[in-house]
Antibody, heavy 122, light 111 residues
Framework: EVQLLESGGGLVQPGGSLRLSCAASGFTFSNYAMSWVRQAPGKGLEWVSGISGSGGSTYYADSVRGRFTISRDNFKNTLYLQMESLRAEDTAAYYC???????????????WGQGTLVTVSS | IVMTQTPLSLSVTPGQPASFSCKSSQSLLHSDGKTYLYWYLQKPGQSPQLLIYEVSSRFSGVPDRFSGSGSGTDFTLKISRVEAEDVGVYYCMQGIHLPLTFGGGTKVEIK
């Protein structure tokens, strides 16, 4: 059974930093791309970032490019999202997702974690 | 790519069918002949779950009362007989170009 467990969320001041983690199990982690998707309170879904299985390719939404960094440790089966220069509009539940991100092919999310809440407020 | 879903909400009697629409601002037909349109359901208090991939293929474990159809820019998700466990928000998503984008969602409630 695929399991994705996010951690690292919390309250941070505007301009601050936070690192999210996602521990994966139940599948061969290095064989799959991974992604982060967020959902502001009471709002819809927004794709944030993605990374290939090897970690060699990374992708970002314009809203976070230059502020967020996605990475992975295939030995620890863990996905990360380093978030810098946080803004109030980054307040959201952040979900990690087991993904298919094929260059020149389909891109979608097969399984999702339960999410971790990030609140940016003074 | 902008994804637009209608209606915003739907109230359905158990056992009755339900149908909702998703339109994309660009064709989701890839040069490989496949169409990269996906449907997700987010039940209350839960994370989203994949229902349908590539327009009409049900993901593992998804009941056959769910069906997807459409082509190009116009897509439909149908529930043949709504059950109480089907409540939540249904999102469509395009998977052809980055950034991946979702529709605003259709909220389904039970009468």
């Amino acid at each position: 059974e695929v399991q994705l467990l996010e951690s690292g969320g919390g309250l941070v001041q505007p301009g601050g930093s936070l690192r999210l983690s996602c521990a994966a199990s139940g599948f061969t982690f290095s064989n799959y791309a991974m992604s982060w998707v967020r959902q502001a309170p009471g709002k819809g879904l927004e794709w944030v970032s993605g990374i290939s299985g090897s970690g060699g390719s990374t992708y970002y939404a314009d809203s976070v490019r230059g502020r967020f960094t996605i990475s992975r440790d295939n030995f620890k089966n863990t996905l990360y999202l380093q978030m810098e220069s946080l803004r109030a509009e980054d307040t959201a539940a952040y979900y990690c997702a087991k993904a298919i991100i094929a260059v020149g092919g389909p891109k979608y999310f097969q399984h999702w974690g339960q999410g971790t809440l990030v609140t940016v407020s003074s | 790519i902008v994804m637009t879903q209608t209606p915003l909400s739907l109230s359905v009697t158990p056992g009755q069918p339900a149908s909702f629409s998703c339109k994309s601002s660009q064709s989701l037909l890839h040069s490989d002949g496949k169409t990269y349109l996906y449907w997700y359901l987010q039940k209350p208090g839960q994370s989203p779950q994949l229902l349908i991939y590539e327009v009409s293929s049900r993901f593992s474990g998804v009941p056959d009362r769910f069906s997807g159809s459409g082509s190009g820019t116009d897509f439909t998700l149908k529930i043949s007989r709504v059950e109480a466990e089907d409540v939540g928000v249904y999102y469509c998503m395009q998977g052809i170009h980055l950034p991946l984008t979702f529709g605003g969602g259709t909220k389904v409630e039970i009468k």
